[in-house]
């Protein structure tokens, strides 16, 4: 098939998160399973000086936005055999020092910028030579591609153009906007309704997204069901309830050339799970790195996250506080929320033996916190699919997870399968249960053997793109049949 895919973000080009991890990951995989990709980003600042392979197309854009005419170029990145990046070039919007906000405060203009993007995704589609069998967006950025593309087949003769699937990563980011914004879209009135873009009278991209792709995925089978509740459906949970025959969840994979013990130019250190001698080197390693005193055998726990509500760092706090009278240590990289990032740095004045926090972003060590820690701490609020659980399991770290979308759907515990537990859950979202949930992680600390079982079954799952890629698959052939009236679940044979 030839597929293309677009993105706000993709590793290594750019990144804010596991969005960016999951395109560029599932884009690689279906070109090693013989497929035609092209991946369509935006030019962000100090990509081309990272990547200078990179040629300009001829190819030029000039796109309404509103009553304003926009040109972009687009420069095209070959990676490898099947694998192509387009990066739309559009200075103005995109070579700024973030992605979508500076000093914690979101662009002002992210509705000029992305829906110009959409629009050049949609541009792309439709008259690339090279002709798509099928596109795939992905979240709000992207999220008006499909309502553009139904436009240009009903009003512009646009006649037979690729289905469109959209996959939700975060329903929490939905790109609401002002109405007026909507006209920057030169969409027809009648895409701006309660059945459409609208959501309480603003533009909703991420809802326009769901309200025309073909098929619509989000990254876990769990998390699929819990956006069609009112707990987990942030507003939009009536819409995707209507839309659920065309609704599926499929977990997100790893990158096993990125996270392999024993390939992993981050550490210093490989190991496997047969051989776990250069896990704890990388444990006295990281403490050093991290400032700490090297404690070889008190337990160490880590978690790298944005500093969002929405990853428990309340929580964690919380049980934090209550643990640290044991003998553990914990190590924080991430950044975000400001008064988050206060908290924690106050957090680790007032217990400087036993935690330490590096507020920043910081590829390589967050391999090594992976590598070196005993636990890793992920108690998230919701949880869409959540790849540092993944990457704990491979790097044998034990995850301790709320059990909540791909959170759940990817750890095992001891009360679902003695024999392959992998990880410990929680289930309520408090600080007390958090706490419980690390005095277990203690107690298995305490028993080595068992430590060990956990950390190889941890160690042996597979959650490789091979798999994953097939499902993906699955939908985009199902999508291209709806168009002929066939039932999309049926054509899938998802249950
Ligand atoms: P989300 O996409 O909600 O942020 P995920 O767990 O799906 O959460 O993906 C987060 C990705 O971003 C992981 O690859 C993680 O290692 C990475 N990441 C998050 N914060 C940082 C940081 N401060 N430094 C390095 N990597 C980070």
Redesign the pocket.
Known sequence: MKILLASSEVHPYSKT???A?MVGALGKALARANHEVCIVTPLYRGIQERFPAMRRMDWQFNLPLGARPVQAELWSLAVEKRLTIYFVDQPGFYQRAGIYLENHVSYPDNAERFIFFSKCVANLARYLPWRPDVVHVNDWQAGLVPALMLHQRRGEGWGNPPPVCLTIH?LAYQGNFPAAAFALTNLPDEFFTIEGAEFYKQLNCLKAGIAFADAITTVSPRYAREITTEEFGCGLDGLLRRRQDRLFGILNGVDHEEWNTLHDPLLKYPYSAVRLVGKQKNKIELQKEMGLPVAADAPLFGT???LAEQKGVDIQLGALEEMLSADIRFVL???GSAAFERDYNMLSRRFPSQVAVRI????GL?HRIEAGCDFYLMPSRFEP????QM?SLRYGTIPIVRAVGGLDDSVIDFAQDAARANGIKFREYSARALAKAIRKALALYQQPGLLLRYRQNAMRMDFSWNQTVGEYLKIYKAAEKISSGQDLRTAARVP
Do not use: P
């Open positions: 998160g596991g969005l991890d975060n790298i996250t944005r990289l991430g950044s920043g972003y910081d590829e967050a699919s959540g790849l540092n990457y």
